[in-house]
């Protein structure tokens, strides 16, 4: 099958927002536990993602950048500031990370609890 720019770039899209949500109910104050999970969550995630060439690359990224997971500030700013080299290298505009915290919102209700309203 060929590839499929468009479908290739709606799964980056919907995959971004994924991730910078998940970064954004990222707890403030994460035990060893949840900062395991998230440095896990990485690492598997990269192994998965289906398109073969991101994933190579996304890999070097993080080998460089990894995962700050010592609060949802920090955790939230690497998850831009690695975005941002991805759309460097794609030759996309450069994303403003100074909102980054209030620029995601799942709609999920609640403080961490991850229960819906
Ligand atoms: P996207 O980059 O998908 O961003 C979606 C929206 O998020 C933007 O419209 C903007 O509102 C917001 N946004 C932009 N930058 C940031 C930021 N830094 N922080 C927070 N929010 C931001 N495509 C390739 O062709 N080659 C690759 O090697 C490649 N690698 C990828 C690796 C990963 C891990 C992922 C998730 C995707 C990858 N993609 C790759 C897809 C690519 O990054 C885009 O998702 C796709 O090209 C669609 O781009 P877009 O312009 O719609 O915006």
């Known amino acids: 099958k060929m590839e499929n720019a468009t ?7 919907s995959t971004w927002k994924l991730l910078h949500n998940v970064l954004a109910r990222y ?3 994460p035990t060893d536990t949840e900062k395991d999970s998230l440095k896990q969550f990485f690492n598997y995630f990269v192994q998965v ?3 073969g ?5 996304f890999q070097k990224l993080l080998d460089k950048f990894p995962p700050q997971v010592n609060s949802k500030q920090t955790a ?7 975005h941002n080299k991805v ?3 794609l030759q ?9 915290l ?16």
Do not use: F, M, S, V
Request: hydrophobic share 20%.
């Open 53 to 57: 060439d991101c994933a190579q690359h």
């Open 92 to 100: 996309k505009p450069i994303y403003d990370c100074t909102g980054i």
């Open 7 to 13: 479908l290739k770039a709606e799964l980056g899209r």
């Open 102 to 117: 209030n620029d995601y919102d799942c709609g999920c209700g609640g403080e961490g609890e991850g229960e819906g309203e």
């Open 49 to 51: 993602y289906p398109c």
């Open 27 to 29: 707890p403030d104050h």
């Open 76 to 82: 939230a700013l690497w998850g831009c500031h690695i």
């Open 87 to 89: 759309n460097e290298r």
